[in-house]
């Protein structure tokens, strides 16, 4: 029994090698100690290959609802819609900020109210109650409570998530990037509101995505318009919620919902459809600063005045061809105080189905001059202004018209690729890619010994790589590399010693 306890001592400790252990005591023991080394097999080998076997089972090769995996070709198209976003924000003075992924969820909840159902909340194990963050606004207006900052303009680029129902095939998700661009400080009226507005509309008409509309508007307005047609104040949040819905519904469903599920009288209900179906220009805000209820109405006084102000410094801007005064605009976040916009792209003609594709909102912002002062004990405000613009449905736009063009999209920046024109010369191009690493110039080479040579012009063809440095024996002997243009397939011979110099100055633009 002691020379068995060895044995099985031995096959327990040595985990590396229990196999040998167990034949060795199966070929000398008799049956009771047989049982022992049948558990112990049970115990050691079956366990694991049944566990790898349940976790083979347990993979699914899908993205969880409301998210997707981008290739490279649609990276490489949101990479440049990134570049230009943040080219036209930094144009305007901004800084960059980055704030965690999630918050603490009593941040949260209280800033969005209705919104607060599709927030994401966090389990943790060090007490603290968490959310994902829901947008990059309140994120934001923590970090300049928490620095203390009164003056800032800055920009974000970051993930937020929500969990929404996802229409992914019209851009909408549960996971997705926003780019947004605030100014906060104590300034004079509607001059870094007209900032904002003019960034949405550099931004879009760069992108080239069509025809586009910025509506705007502004609460105190909205406000002023219910307080007028008689609407009670307890029911001011909830009738807004509905009107925000007159961008997908029509005004009778709209009125339909405030009377039959809000209960609101049918001649109020009425009475704020005279005001909310209306839109236009410079000439709509005087009108309305005429009209016998409005103009006795301080808050929505305020509103049209500083309305009216905003557009004379959007004419001077020169954009107001792309504005439109709406008053059924309300946006649903509850943090917004005064001027509210959202930018739509106008209906998108299908050439190949000849359908019109609509996309819904793709950028949007407003003033939130009270967030701040939410996490200053002493309720000290900030005034603010911002935008954010909604990268993923721009991003859907953008994906249906370069699937419908023949223009390729290159994954990579591959300045140069290193070939050989014949075997053996391994060595030659690392040596050259290396020089060109060194100097900072993009280059690729294949990963082979003696690759073919019209296999690597074929690679070249396929990435849109313009450049190859072509070395062989004839090269090397005359002390020259050969650059060939892929496009036209025309070659040079420089200089060994210069060819690094002769292609960067060829690189130039």
Same mark, same amino acid.
């Given at each position: 029994?002691?020379?068995?306890?060895?044995?099985?001592?031995?096959?327990?400790?040595?985990?590396?090698?229990?196999?040998?252990?167990?034949?060795?005591?199966?070929?000398?023991?008799?049956?009771?100690?047989?049982?022992?080394?049948?558990?112990?097999? $049970?115990?050691?080998? =079956?366990?694991?290959?049944?566990?790898?076997?349940?976790?083979?089972? $347990?993979?699914?090769?899908?993205?969880?609802?409301?998210?997707?995996?981008?290739? =490279?070709?649609?990276?490489?198209?949101?990479?440049?819609?990134?570049?230009?976003?943040?080219?036209?924000?930094?144009?305007?003075?901004?800084?960059?900020?980055?704030? =965690?992924?999630?918050?603490?969820?009593?941040?949260?909840?209280?800033?969005?109210?209705?919104?607060?159902?599709?927030?994401?909340?966090?389990?943790?194990?060090?007490?603290?109650?968490?959310?994902?963050?829901?947008?990059?606004?309140?994120?934001?207006?923590?970090?300049?409570?928490?620095?203390?900052?009164?003056?800032?303009?800055?920009?974000?680029?970051?993930?937020?998530?929500?969990?929404?129902?996802?229409?992914?095939?019209?851009?909408?998700?549960?996971?997705?990037?926003?780019?947004?661009?605030? @100014?906060?400080?104590?300034?004079?009226?509607?001059?870094? !509101?007209?900032?904002?507005?003019?960034?949405?509309?550099?931004?879009?008409?760069?992108?080239?995505?069509?025809?586009?509309?910025?509506?705007?508007?502004?609460?105190?307005?909205?406000?002023? #318009?219910?307080?007028?047609?008689?609407?009670?104040?307890?029911?001011?949040?909830?009738?807004?919620?509905?009107?925000?819905?007159?961008?997908?519904?029509?005004?009778?469903?709209?009125?339909?919902?405030?009377?039959?599920?809000?209960?609101?009288?049918?001649?109020?209900?009425?009475? #704020?459809?005279?005001?909310?179906?209306?839109?236009?220009?410079?000439?709509?805000?005087?009108?309305?600063?005429?009209?016998?209820?409005?103009?006795?109405?301080?808050?929505?006084?305020?509103?049209?005045?500083?309305?009216?102000?905003?557009?004379?410094?959007?004419?001077?801007?020169?954009?107001?061809?792309?504005?439109?005064?709406?008053?059924?605009?309300?946006?649903?976040?509850?943090?917004?105080?005064?001027?509210?916009?959202?930018?739509?792209?106008?209906?998108?003609?299908?050439?190949?189905?000849?359908?019109?594709?609509?996309?819904?909102?793709?950028?949007?912002?407003?003033?939130?001059?009270?967030?701040?002062?939410?996490?200053?004990?002493?309720?000290?405000?900030?005034?603010?202004?911002?935008?954010?613009?909604?990268?993923?449905? #721009?991003?859907?736009?953008?994906?249906?018209?370069?699937?419908?063009?023949?223009?390729?999209?290159?994954?990579?920046?591959?300045?140069?690729?290193?070939?050989?024109?014949?075997?053996?010369?391994?060595?030659?191009?690392?040596?050259?890619?290396?020089?060109?690493?060194?100097?900072?110039?993009?280059?690729?080479?294949?990963?082979?010994?003696?690759?073919?040579?019209?296999?690597?012009?074929?690679?070249?063809?396929?990435?849109?790589? =313009?450049?190859?440095?072509?070395?062989?024996?004839?090269?090397?002997?005359?002390?020259?590399?050969?650059?060939? !243009?892929?496009?036209?397939?025309?070659?040079?011979?420089?200089?060994?010693?210069?060819?690094?110099? #002769? @292609?960067?100055?060829?690189?130039?633009?």
């Amino acid at each position: 029994m002691n020379c068995l306890r060895c044995l099985v001592r031995s096959s327990v400790l040595c985990r590396g090698q229990p196999l040998a252990p167990f034949y060795a005591l199966r070929a000398f023991t008799t049956h009771p100690q047989n049982e022992m080394v049948e558990e112990m097999e $049970k115990l050691l080998t =079956p366990r694991a290959q049944s566990g790898t076997n349940e976790r083979k089972k $347990k993979l699914i090769t899908k993205t969880p609802k409301g998210t997707r995996d981008y290739s =490279p070709k649609q990276m490489a198209v949101r990479e440049k819609i990134f570049s230009l976003i943040i080219s036209c924000f930094k144009r305007h003075g901004a800084e960059a900020i980055d704030t =965690p992924v999630f918050e603490l969820k009593e941040n949260l909840m209280g800033q969005y109210e209705e919104e607060a159902k599709l927030i994401y909340d966090l389990k943790d194990y060090g007490g603290e109650l968490l959310s994902l963050r829901y947008d990059l606004t309140v994120p934001f207006t923590r970090y300049l409570a928490m620095n203390n900052i009164t003056n800032m303009k800055r920009y974000h680029i970051a993930k937020v998530y929500r969990r929404d129902e996802a229409a992914m095939n019209k851009g909408r998700y549960r996971e997705f990037y926003q780019c947004d661009f605030d @100014i906060a400080g104590q300034y004079d009226p509607m001059i870094p !509101d007209s900032e904002c507005l003019k960034i949405v509309h550099e931004i879009l008409s760069t992108l080239q995505l069509g025809d586009f509309l910025i509506k705007i508007s502004d609460w105190r307005i909205l406000n002023g #318009i219910l307080e007028v047609c008689g609407v009670p104040d307890n029911k001011y949040r909830t009738i807004c919620s509905t009107l925000d819905k007159l961008d997908k519904a029509s005004w009778e469903d709209v009125k339909c919902e405030m009377v039959g599920e809000k209960g609101l009288a049918p001649e109020v209900a009425d009475h #704020i459809g005279k005001y909310v179906q209306l839109r236009g220009g410079l000439g709509l805000v005087e009108q309305l600063l005429q009209d016998p209820k409005l103009s006795q109405n301080k808050l929505a006084t305020e509103g049209l005045e500083d309305i009216k102000l905003l557009f004379e410094y959007l004419t001077l801007f020169g954009i107001t061809d792309q504005i439109s005064f709406d008053l059924s605009l309300a946006r649903g976040l509850d943090y917004y105080t005064g001027v509210i916009y959202e930018a739509v792209l106008l209906q998108q003609q299908n050439d190949d189905q000849e359908e019109l594709v609509g996309v819904g909102s793709v950028a949007g912002g407003g003033r939130y001059d009270g967030l701040v002062g939410t996490f200053n004990p002493k309720r000290r405000k900030v005034p603010c202004v911002g935008l954010s613009i909604g990268i993923e449905r #721009i991003f859907y736009v953008i994906e249906q018209k370069a699937k419908a063009s023949t223009e390729k999209v290159r994954t990579t920046e591959t300045q140069v690729f290193v070939a050989a024109a014949q075997k053996h010369f391994l060595a030659e191009r690392l040596m050259l890619i290396s020089e060109l690493w060194d100097s900072g110039i993009k280059a690729e080479m294949m990963y082979k010994k003696n690759p073919s040579f019209l296999d690597q012009l074929h690679y070249c063809e396929q990435r849109g790589i =313009p450049v190859v440095a072509i070395v062989g024996e004839q090269e090397m002997e005359d002390g020259i590399v050969k650059l060939r !243009d892929v496009a036209t397939r025309e070659e040079v011979a420089v200089p060994r010693e210069r060819f690094v110099e #002769i @292609i960067r100055k060829r690189l130039e633009p």
